[in-house]
């Protein structure tokens, strides 16, 4: 199994400019959510999806689109990148948060100038 | 909603020696807590979990006490080693399919040789 999978590992991006971050896992998790890491602040849950075709938001959904068709995906869009943006994101999937371990990707590091 | 937090935000001990990384919750609906390790550069990992029917858990030199009441847990690592440095992350998180996993914002644990 590769576990979730998660690209571009690096993305450098000009304000304005629009992208999507791809999130695969090849578990069968129902659960996937995607946090974006900044120093000093922890994982801060931006979006997560209980299966496919239900999508939610988290802490700071702003600026930030996702869609669940297939259990195995879910992107995450960045409608108009802001400097604000800068960080590092994180995808993660599980059976059950609130009972079993979250699986994260490797990571993508983004920067916005 | 939930809030989680850390203290003390950073914790240096020497090699040998125990550490002690302290997480208070808000939510006492609040039933599942994770800790997860995260190595520099590398993706957050479950270390260990602890549920609301259970006060301590133990695996090898880790070990998880939860004290529902005052709705705080700590993580207690002994015989520290060099490569237990890292950032360490607790989470709390209700029951449910639809339950969303809150981080605090982490703690760096550095091991002095």
């Known amino acids: 199994n590769a576990g979730v999978t998660q690209t571009p590992k690096f993305q450098v991006l000009k304000t304005g400019q629009s992208m999507t971050l791809q999130c695969a896992q090849d578990m069968n998790h129902e659960y996937m959510s995607w946090y974006r890491q900044d120093p000093g602040m922890g994982l801060r849950l931006i979006h997560y999806?209980?299966?496919?075709?239900?999508?939610d938001q988290g802490e700071v959904p702003n600026g930030y689109n996702v869609s669940r068709s297939t259990t195995e995906d879910f992107p995450l869009r960045l409608l108009s990148a802001a400097p604000s943006q800068t960080s590092v994101y994180f995808c993660a999937s599980s059976y059950w948060p609130g009972r079993h371990e979250q699986y994260f990707g490797p990571g993508t590091r983004l920067t916005v100038t | 909603g939930e809030n989680v937090e850390q203290h003390p935000s950073t914790l240096s001990v020497q090699e040998g020696d125990s550490a002690v990384i302290k997480c208070t919750y808000s939510?006492?609906?609040?039933?599942?807590f994770p800790w997860y390790k995260q190595e520099l550069g590398k993706r957050p990992q479950l270390i260990i979990d602890?549920?609301?029917?259970?006060g301590e858990k133990k695996d090898q030199r880790i070990a998880v006490t939860l004290n529902k009441t005052a709705k705080h847990f700590s993580l207690h690592i002994t015989e520290t080693q060099p490569e237990d440095s890292a950032v360490y992350f607790c989470?709390?998180?209700?029951?449910?399919?639809?339950?969303?996993?809150?981080f605090g914002k982490g703690i760096t644990l550095s091991v002095r040789p």
């Open positions: 989470a709390a998180s209700r029951a449910g399919a639809n339950s969303k996993l809150t």
């Open positions: 939510d006492s609906a609040s039933n599942y």
């Open positions: 999806s209980v299966g496919a075709g239900i999508t």
């Open positions: 602890i549920r609301s029917n259970v």
